[in-house]
Structure formats: structure tokens, C-alpha cells
């Protein structure tokens, strides 16, 4: 199963971006579903996580200005990103679990000059 992310690209701080990601229908419904980023020579973090009952989990750094959402029409899920900072530059990865399976998206680069 193959993710595709998008949405990535350069920003000047205080700025946002919304990435997306679109998870095969088949699967959709059953997953939870996150978003994940690792900056350069740092480990891949939790960004925002949507289980599939609907609740939320965001990394303290970006509560507040972060949110994820889905759009069930378009088997999407998306990351809206407001107020980025330079600190927020990383990959971002989407990920789709269920159970002890896990498909990853290929990373979008993010890059929020000061």
C-alpha cells in the first residue's frame, strides 16, 4: 500500500501550509491515521495522530497551531500548519496504522525560513 503526501514546500515564518495525504479507500475507514516529521539529523517524531473513532493526539510543539482533519468524500487526511516557524522544518511523513500494520507515505519537505 502506497501513500501519497503533498502539499510541502518553502514558507516564510508566521506562515501556513496544509498538506495532504491520500490513503487507498480500502483502507481508509479502518486506520488511524497521523502525521510524523523528522528534521535533518533528528528522529522521525508524532506531529498529529486521528484515530479512526475520531479523537486527536498532537505533539506539545504544535498544539494550537496544527490540526488534523479528514476528508472521507476524498479518502484524505490532511495537516493544516499555521504560524510555522523555522523549528517546524522537517520531512513530513502521513502514516496510516491498523493494528501492527503501518503504511508510509514518501515525505514532503517543509522549510520555513526566519
Known amino acids: 500500500v502506497q501513500l501519497q503526501a503533498f502539499g510541502g514546500g518553502f514558507v516564510q515564518a508566521g506562515g501556513s501550509l496544509r498538506l495532504s495525504c491520500e490513503i487507498p479507500?480500502?483502507?481508509?475507514?479502518?486506520?488511524?491515521m497521523g502525521w510524523y516529521r523528522q528534521a535533518p539529523g533528528k528522529q522521525r517524531d508524532m506531529v498529529a495522530t486521528?484515530?479512526?473513532?475520531?479523537?486527536?493526539n498532537y505533539a506539545d510543539s504544535v498544539k494550537g497551531r496544527f490540526a488534523i482533519s479528514r476528508d472521507n468524500a476524498k479518502n484524505t487526511v490532511y495537516l493544516e500548519m499555521n504560524s510555522l516557524t523555522p523549528e517546524d522544518t522537517a520531512v513530513y511523513y502521513c502514516?496510516?496504522?491498523?493494528?501492527?500494520?503501518?503504511?508510509w507515505g514518501r515525505g514532503t519537505l517543509v522549510t520555513v525560513s526566519s
Open positions: 502514516k496510516a496504522q491498523y493494528g501492527h500494520y503501518e503504511y
Open positions: 479507500r480500502s483502507i481508509f475507514n479502518v486506520v488511524d
Open positions: 486521528m484515530f479512526r473513532m475520531g479523537y486527536t
